[in-house]
């Protein structure tokens, strides 16, 4: 990071609208930025929690301080990185409430895994589907299917607000790491033309602050994402070459810890153009056509 960040309001509850709270976890990283952001939904007798964060004590505290004298109605998680789900069983433990959203993943653990590694111990007790919901006194949740950072990743808007929380989708901060072998370029390009047909009014991303123009930062994103990929096409046509020269290049001047992870969204990019046939491999090597 560039800058050191201004003191946060870790362990606290803000309102940021009436029926939103934010509480922020302590984990922050280059990967978390200033840690898992944590929603409690609803301002009635019964709330829902949005991704519970990290298994911390001080994390769990705060957001039962936040639910109060409210229940805890559902558990959703958007995808199940290590920052995000691993509070959920231990929430359900201490409250009862149901663990309900994104589907559980099963993959290896070996293989290098720049992005926050997957929660092995997350058991949801109802999986929703695209345009699903769950409801409490006063929100609605619709599921919105948005695989491509993790194939498992929802989305859930609140009915009725344009709220739409965002996970690790679409975040202010940052692109997401897209890291094969689960996640998948083509599926997030679509999953990004998904949002940028809604008419949402605001973004809460589980990391950074909230997006007011969700739309123009989709478009952005979307472009994005194609002029790093006509990058590749670029800097192929001059040599083949190994995912490593080619970041070495495109990550000029990117905080070097974050590398590895950009590693693994132009291996997302390359994997999703052998696909369309652009291009190939021969070893470590990639070049433009079929290898
Ligand atoms: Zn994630």
Known sequence: MDAPFPPMPYAEAERLEPLVRRVLARNPSP???????????????????????????????????????????AIVCTHTHRDHSPAAGPLAARTGAPVIGCAYLSLDDDGPRADAPFDATYRPDRVLADGETIAGPDWTLVAVATPGHTSNHLCYALAGTGALFTGDHVMGWSTSVIAPPDG????????????????????????????????????????????????????????????????????????????????????????????????????????????
């Open 31 to 73: 990967f978390t930025y200033t840690g898992t952001q944590t929603y409690v939904v609803g301002a009635g007798e019964a709330v829902a929690v949005i991704d519970p964060g990290p298994d911390e004590p001080e994390h769990i505290d705060a957001i039962l301080d936040a639910v109060g004298d409210a229940r805890i109605s």
């Open 184 to 291: 998948d370029m083509a599926d997030y390009m679509a999953s990004l033309e998904k949002l940028y047909a809604r008419e949402d009014r605001v973004y809460y991303p589980a990391h950074g602050p909230a997006v007011d123009k969700p739309r123009q930062l989709v478009r952005g994103m979307i472009g994005h994402r194609r002029s790093r990929e006509n990058q590749i096409l670029k800097l192929l046509a001059e040599t083949p070459q190994p995912i490593s020269a080619l970041v070495q290049r495109m990550y000029k001047g990117v905080d070097e810890r974050l590398w590895p992870a950009a590693g693994r969204s132009v291996l997302a990019h390359l994997i999703d153009l052998e696909r369309r046939g652009r291009v190939g491999r021969d070893g470590d090597d990639w070049s433009l056509g079929d290898g």
